[in-house]
C-alpha cells in the first residue's frame, strides 16, 4: 500500500506545475512530450500512438445527438457511411453543451500480413471517446479487442503484440488494449493522467531518449512553462521482466514481476525564436514502491540515486531544436547512460552513450528528412530486470538496439485529403556484442567490470538495408485504407507485404 507520504509527493509535484503556470506569459507552446517529427510509416492504424491523432470536435446541436433519432437523421446518417469525403457529418453519439462536447465512436476492421514465413491477420472491433469540458478538461479513451488467425508462429511477431496476449493452440491468440489520458491544458501548463506511451526527440528512426515504440503504460505527467523556460515531468508504471519462482508446495512455477517504474525530467529553454534547447534525466528503478526522490521535479536525480546505493539505471541526455524560415528543422541529442571522468576518452565498456542528428525540410506536397544515429554497447543494459531500460519485452531506448550506426531518410507526401504516402529508407552497421538492452553486464564482464572494453561493431558485423513504405487511402468520411510493405536485405532479402482497413462511426 502506498503510504501518505507518498500522496503528499504527488500532490506537492501537482501544486508546484499549477502554481509556475499561474506566473507564465500567455503563449502558446509545444510539448516535450510530443516532437515535431516522428516517423510517418505504420503498418496498422491500431500501432498509431493515438497523442499524435488531430482530432477535432465536429459541429453539433445543443444535446444529444444520435443517428436513430428520426427517420430523416438515420438516412442522412446512412449516406454518411457511403460519402467520398473525409469529414464525416454524424457520431454514433454526440453531445453538445456550452461547457462540455463529447463524441463516442465505435471502429472495426482488419489487418492482413503477408510473409514468407506465413500469412496471418487480425480482426478486431473497439471504441473511441473524445471529451473536453470547462475549455481546459480533456478526456480521451481509445479500447480495442480482437483475434489473430492464420500462421499464429508469424502472428506472434507482429508489432501489436508489445505485450500480453492469449494463444489458444492453434486456432488463434486473442489480443486487446487500452489507451487514454484525461488532463488539464491551458497555454502554460499541463497535467494529466493517462494510459498510453511518450517520445523524447525529434526523430524518425527512434527515440535514443524514450521511444514509443512499445505498450501503453500508466502515467502521471506535468508541464508548466515560465517566460522562456519549460519544465516537463512524467512517472509511469512499467512491466519488468518476470522471473520464474517455485512455489512452496508445488511441482509448478509462478511467474514474479516485481514493481517498475520510469521517471523523466526535462528543462528547455527558448532563447530566441526557433531555438530550443533542452537537458534532462530519466531513471528506471524498481522492486520497491514509488521514490519520492524521483518526484522532485527540480532535482539532480543522479545524486539522488548515487544516495540511493547506486541501484536504479539513471541516463542523462540533452539537445537542441533549431527551426528555420522555409520549414526547415535542425535537431540533435545525446543521451549518456555511464560514464568515468577518468575513461571517459578510452575504450572502456561503460562508456555507454547514443548520438542522433537530423535534418527535415518541407517540400511541395510534405517534408523530407535525413538522420544519423550512433549507440555504444551495452547502452541501455543494466544488470535486474526491473532496471533495465525497457517495458514488457521491447526497449524504451533507440528500437534498434545498441552497437550500432544507422542512417535513414524518410519522405512524407500528401496528396490533398485522398492519399498520403511515407516511405523510409534505412542502412545500419550493427555489431552482436553488447546490442542488447538484455544484457547483464555484471554477468558478462564478471571480475574485471572496471577494466573492460568495447568496441564499436564488435562481434558479428552485419550491414543491412531496409525500406518500408505506407499508403494511406482516407477515400470515405467514415473508412480507410492502409497498404504498404517493408523489405530489409542482410545476407538475403525478407518482405513482409501488408494491408488494412478500418471503419470508424
Excluded at 191 to 208: K, P, Y
Excluded at 233 to 245: T, V
Excluded at 296 to 312: I, K, M, S, T, V
Aim: proline share 3%; hydrophobic share 35%.
Amino acid at each position: 500500500m502506498i503510504s501518505k507520504f507518498y500522496f503528499y509527493g504527488l500532490f506537492c509535484s501537482i501544486i508546484s506545475f499549477v502554481f509556475v503556470s499561474r506566473l507564465s506569459a500567455e503563449h502558446n507552446y509545444s510539448s516535450a512530450f510530443v516532437p515535431d517529427l516522428h516517423s510517418g510509416v505504420s503498418s496498422s492504424f491500431l500501432a498509431q500512438n493515438p497523442i499524435y491523432d488531430d482530432f477535432t470536435f465536429q459541429v453539433e446541436d445543443n444535446g444529444l445527438s444520435y443517428p436513430f433519432s428520426s427517420i430523416s437523421i438515420f438516412k442522412e446518417a446512412f449516406v454518411d457511411v457511403f460519402t467520398n469525403t473525409n469529414a464525416p457529418k454524424h457520431n454514433l453519439f454526440s453531445y453538445r453543451h456550452p461547457s462540455l462536447s463529447a463524441d463516442f465512436n465505435i471502429y472495426a476492421g482488419i489487418d492482413t500480413d503477408f510473409t514468407k514465413q506465413g500469412d496471418y491477420h487480425f480482426w478486431y472491433k473497439g471504441w473511441k471517446l473524445h471529451a473536453q469540458a470547462a475549455k481546459y478538461f480533456y478526456l480521451r479513451t481509445d479500447w480495442f479487442n480482437g483475434a489473430f488467425y492464420g500462421n499464429l508462429d508469424t502472428a506472434e511477431s507482429d508489432e501489436l503484440i508489445d505485450g500480453y496476449y492469449k494463444r489458444f493452440e492453434n486456432n488463434h491468440i486473442q489480443h486487446d488494449n487500452l489507451n487514454g489520458e484525461i488532463a488539464y491544458r491551458n497555454n502554460n501548463v499541463q497535467i494529466a493522467l493517462g494510459r498510453g506511451r511518450v517520445q523524447i526527440g525529434n526523430n524518425i528512426s527512434g527515440s535514443i531518449i524514450l521511444s514509443d515504440k512499445v505498450n501503453d503504460y500508466a502515467y502521471l505527467l506535468g508541464e508548466a512553462q515560465v517566460g522562456d523556460f519549460r519544465l516537463s515531468m512524467i512517472h509511469g508504471s512499467l512491466m519488468a521482466d518476470s522471473s520464474n519462482i517455485a512455489e512452496p508446495e508445488s511441482a509448478y512455477e509462478s511467474h514474479s514481476y516485481p514493481d517498475k517504474y520510469i521517471a523523466l525530467h526535462q528543462l528547455t529553454w527558448f532563447p530566441t525564436k526557433g531555438i530550443e534547447l533542452f537537458l534532462g534525466e530519466s531513471v528506471v528503478y524498481g522492486n520497491r514502491g514509488l521514490d519520492l526522490n524521483y518526484l522532485l521535479p527540480n532535482g539532480f536525480w543522479r545524486a539522488a540515486e548515487h544516495n540511493l546505493y547506486d541501484r536504479d539505471n539513471v541516463m542523462i541526455f540533452a539537445g537542441t531544436n533549431l527551426r528555420m524560415p522555409g520549414g526547415t528543422l535542425l535537431y540533435g541529442q545525446f543521451a549518456l547512460d555511464e560514464f568515468s571522468y577518468s575513461k571517459f576518452f578510452t575504450n572502456w565498456w561503460g562508456n555507454k552513450y547514443a548520438l542522433q542528428a537530423g535534418l527535415s525540410r518541407a517540400i511541395p506536397s510534405g517534408k523530407l528528412s535525413l538522420e544519423a544515429t550512433a549507440v555504444r554497447p551495452y547502452t541501455y543494459a543494466h544488470y535486474t530486470n526491473h532496471t533495465m531500460y525497457s517495458h514488457d519485452g521491447r526497449p524504451l531506448g533507440y528500437p534498434q538496439g545498441s552497437n550500432v550506426l544507422d542512417i535513414s531518410m524518410e519522405t512524407n507526401l500528401a496528396f490533398r485529403n485522398y492519399l498520403k504516402l511515407d516511405s523510409r529508407l534505412s542502412w545500419r552497421r550493427k555489431g552482436s556484442k553488447g546490442a542488447s538492452w538484455q544484457d547483464n553486464y555484471h554477468d558478462i564482464f564478471s571480475g574485471e567490470i572496471d577494466s573492460a572494453s568495447a568496441f564499436w561493431f564488435e562481434g558479428e558485423k552485419s550491414n543491412e538495408f531496409q525500406i518500408c513504405s505506407s499508403i494511406t487511402i482516407p477515400i470515405m468520411a467514415h473508412h480507410k485504407f492502409l497498404i504498404g510493405h517493408d523489405s530489409s536485405y542482410n545476407e538475403d532479402w525478407q518482405h513482409k507485404l501488408f494491408g488494412a482497413w478500418q471503419f470508424i462511426y
